[in-house]
């Protein structure tokens, strides 16, 4: 199975440091079911020996129903984790979020949010 395609306006590859270098680049990532998580960056760093990506500046994470934000972003590919350590903000037609750190696991398509964790929902939800 296909678990993740890298576009971008541009790459370098760094031999040394087992690193490819994009900027403007767009990452799908494809989960069960034939869900997709659509991910933009200003830029990123690919780890090729571990399919490891680092991305940075103005990432926007989108989804089926939501949208997320946040300044720096990596994915760990041996977990499918994508992993903030700044601030994040999520929005949804029903809901917003905002919180100091997300983890967001593609395997089972569930965010766990960490730290000043901050929310609003709308209409009629039931838990």
Sequence with gaps: MKEWKL?????DYIREKNQAVFQNLRVTFFLKDEKE???????G??????????????IMVKSEGYMLETRILHYKHDSRLLLSEVPVKIKGA???FSADSLSFDLKTD???FKG???GIFRGNISL
Excluded: C, H, P, R
């Design 116 to 118: 000043n964790v901050k």
């Design 94 to 96: 029903t809901f917003d």
């Design 110 to 112: 569930k965010v766990w």
């Design 7 to 11: 576009t971008a306006d541009s790459a």
């Design 37 to 43: 998580v659509y991910l933009t960056a200003d830029q």
């Design 45 to 58: 760093i690919l780890k090729t020996d571990l399919n490891d990506i680092e991305m940075t500046g103005n």
